[in-house]
Every structure is written in structure tokens, then in C-alpha cells.
């Protein structure tokens, strides 16, 4: 019997993971946990409860009362907001980590999943294809964190058998709720001002090629991961993932062919830096051999269906 727990459910991921173990759990088994006192809007018919990670004795009762089996920890500062607020973030996404790992390695629960970035790579990393196993010197809070929670979630599972299973995601594009913080969220507000006919003023240069992903290839990735037989899980840090890549100027030709009137100019701020030390495409040979992943969506079909489905009253 699964008794899934997701904690910042409220997320750009939560949202729509969430809805899909729901489904495949029944919603009775899948509880959404955030920040906020009120259910956030994404996650209206879910069972909601209101946790902060940093309470390590809340979420340590409330997990060991509700008899929770699977945790996704969610909850976490991205690449720019993390910049902005270095000692939050730090603390944000390392102790809400030690939390859960420590009550796997107590027995309380059977799996985790934690969510790494491609920003736990940096500008020595290999850019194109970057593999699996490289340099890796982070530059950014979040890169460092999530390089670190890397390390720790391997050493729980040599250590303390803890099961807990990750997956590196790129950029990530999706409709149902709006992303906040990161430096890859222009993939995503450039629809919303496509839509609404606007001018987009891109905070990336042109030529910045980042991996991404559509939302619905990387739930499939999670859900995948979190079920594959446990032998056939060989990394134990976080695994790459690829969808697609592409530059801010790709991506507006593409939404040209959709909108022809589109229009799109460059103004860099100091998540520039940030994307320039961050790998360009992603080599992800062994999350495919392992546990047989495998992407539906490329840069086409991510435009079209982003068009057809954004909501820009999510804006207000
Ligand atoms: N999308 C994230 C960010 O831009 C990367 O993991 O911060």
C-alpha cells in the first residue's frame, strides 16, 4: 500500500504531479503539502495540508502519524531567487532534505524522490552532451546545494540502504501553473506574452542554448523512475535527463510559425551568467539504459501544445 506525501506541492512540478499520482493512487493516498496556509489554487481537490520543510519535528509527526511510505520533496529556492537570498536557500534545500533522509534511514519511509538540477553543473562542465559523470564546479546557491544534496542522498543508500531516487531536470516548460525564480523560466513566460500579443523582451541573449523539457515528459520521467524495480536503479546521486534544447531565438521562430506578428528582443540581466555556466544539451545515455526513459515531446510539438494551452489568466 502506497501513502504518498508531496511537500511543495504548490510548485510548478507539485501542481501537476500531484494530479497524476492522484490518479494513479486515488486521491486518498496522495497528500499535497505546502507552505501556504490556503490550498493553492493548482491543487483545489487534492488532500492539502499545510507543512513547512524547515519544520523538521511538524513534518517528522505528520509523516510518521499519517503513515507516509513516499515522499517527493519538492520544496526548494531556485537558480535566481536563491542568488538574491544565498542563507535561505542553503537552508531550504538542505535541511528539508536531512529530514526525509533520516527518517528512511529510520524506516519511517520506504522511498524518496528528490529533485537535482542541471545546475548542479559549471562553466569547467562540458557543454554539449554533457555526460553523466563530469566536472562538476557549480558557480550558483542552488548548483551548490543541489550538488551537495547529490552527495548525500548517494552516501543514505550506501550507508543506510535509504531508497532514494533523483533525476537532474533541466529547464522546465508547462502550462498549468506559472514557474518561479529560475533562469530558465523566460521558456515559459514567452508564451503568456505571445499570447497576449506582447512584445517579449527576453532576459537571455539570443544564442543561449539550455536544456528543457515539457511538463508532462518529466512527470512521466518521475512516476517512471519512482516505479522502476529497484535493481535496475544503478545512480543513487541523480540521474540525467533529456528532453530537448534549443536558444531564446529557436524558440520565438518557432512561436513565429504559430504568430506570425510575434516579436522578441534581448536584454540580459544577471541570469545571463548563470545560463552560461549551465550545460547547452544534456547526454542522458543512462537513465535510458537503466530504467528505459525515453522523451515524447521536441521543440515543435512543446510550442504547440504550450499555444494551444496557456492560460493567461494564471497571470493575474
Ligand atoms: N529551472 C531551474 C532554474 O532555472 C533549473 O533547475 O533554476
Known amino acids: 500500500m502506497r501513502k504518498v506525501l508531496v ?11 500531484v494530479m497524476r499520482l492522484g490518479d494513479k493512487l486515488g486521491t486518498e493516498n496522495v497528500i499535497a503539502a505546502d507552505v501556504k496556509s490556503e490550498c493553492p489554487l493548482g491543487l483545489k481537490g487534492s488532500q492539502y495540508v499545510e507543512l ?3 519544520d523538521r519535528d511538524k513534518v517528522r509527526s505528520f509523516i510518521i ?36 533522509l533520516d527518517l528512511a534511514k529510520e ?13 548542479v553543473f559549471g562553466p569547467t562542465t562540458p557543454r554539449k552532451d554533457t555526460p553523466q559523470r563530469t566536472t562538476m564546479e557549480p558557480t550558483t546557491v542552488y548548483g551548490i546545494s543541489k550538488q551537495a544534496g547529490e552527495r548525500w542522498c548517494e552516501y543514505y543508500h550506501q550507508k543506510h540502504g535509504v ?15 506559472l514557474p518561479g525564480g529560475g533562469t530558465t523560466d523566460y521558456a515559459v513566460d514567452i508564451f503568456y506574452q505571445a499570447k497576449l500579443g506582447n512584445h517579449f523582451t527576453c532576459f537571455l541573449e539570443k544564442d543561449t542554448r539550455l536544456p528543457m523539457m ?18 535496475q536503479i544503478k545512480i543513487r546521486s541523480s540521474y540525467n535527463l533529456s528532453g530537448c534544447d534549443f536558444t531564446p531565438a529557436e524558440i ?4 513565429e510559425k504559430h504568430i506570425p506578428t510575434f516579436h522578441i528582443s534581448y536584454q540580459p540581466d544577471f541570469r545571463q551568467a548563470i545560463a552560461d555556466s549551465w550545460p547547452g544539451s544534456i547526454d542522458d545515455s543512462e537513465a535510458r539504459e537503466d530504467w528505459g526513459w525515453k522523451e515524447i515531446y521536441k521543440l515543435p510539438d512543446l510550442v504547440k501544445v504550450m499555444l494551444e494551452n496557456v492560460d493567461v489568466h494564471l497571470l493575474t
Do not use: C, H
Request: glycine letters at 8%.
Open 252 to 255: 520565438a521562430r518557432e512561436i
Open 107 to 119: 524506516g519511517y519511509i520506504k522511498k524518496i524522490f528528490w529533485p537535482s538540477s542541471i545546475a
Open 65 to 100: 502519524n499519517e503513515k507516509i511510505t513516499e515522499v517527493y520533496l519538492l520544496a526548494a529556492l531556485l537558480s535566481a531567487t536563491a542568488e538574491k537570498n544565498p542563507d535561505f536557500a542553503w537552508r531550504l534545500n538542505m535541511e528539508g532534505l536531512f529530514t526525509i
Open 52 to 54: 513547512d520543510a524547515l
Open 163 to 177: 531508497d532514494v531516487r533523483s533525476i537532474r531536470y533541466p529547464g522546465l516548460i508547462s502550462y498549468t501553473s
Open 7 to 17: 511537500i511543495g506541492a504548490g510548485g510548478q512540478i507539485g501542481t501537476e504531479l
Open 214 to 231: 515539457f511538463m508532462e515528459d518529466a512527470i512521466r520521467a518521475t512516476i517512471e523512475l519512482m516505479e522502476a524495480p529497484i535493481e
